[in-house]
């Protein structure tokens, strides 16, 4: 069984800045991919900024320069660093993650239960 908690979200004004977390747990035995999704009220769900396990990132156009995205393996831990925050960005974020739970096994994709981002004055 594998678990993503994600935390980190909540009110901010616009210009603001918050910071995402989403711990993995459970039988891992190795992580591949990790990325942040978003989901705006009324809209699909679309990728805000993904890292490979090489560290490699990437970034949906209308994020770059302000989203951060970076992982500690250690701790089976994503972080999103969201600065210069805009109204637009509000939505639910979700966790993403490709894990393996044993050797020999191939990947399966993982969802946290999303947490709320608000950016309003």
């Known amino acids: 069984q594998v678990h993503l908690m994600e935390s980190g979200g909540g009110l901010v004004q616009p210009g603001g800045s918050l910071r995402l977390s989403c711990a993995a747990s459970g039988s891992i035995f190795s992580i591949n991919y990790m990325g942040w999704y978003r989901q705006p009220p009324g809209k699909q769900r679309e990728l805000v900024a993904g890292?490979?396990?090489?560290?490699?990132?990437n970034y949906a156009d209308s994020v770059k320069g302000r989203f951060t995205i970076s992982r500690d393996n250690a701790k089976n831990t994503v972080y999103l660093q969201m600065n210069s925050l805009k109204p637009e960005d509000a939505a639910v974020y979700y966790c993403?993650?490709?894990?393996?739970?044993?050797?020999?096994?191939?990947?399966?994709?993982?969802w946290g239960q999303g947490t709320q981002v608000t950016v309003s004055s």
């Open positions: 993403n993650a490709e894990i393996i739970v044993d050797y020999g096994f191939g990947g399966n994709h993982y």
């Open positions: 890292i490979a396990s090489h560290d490699s990132t």
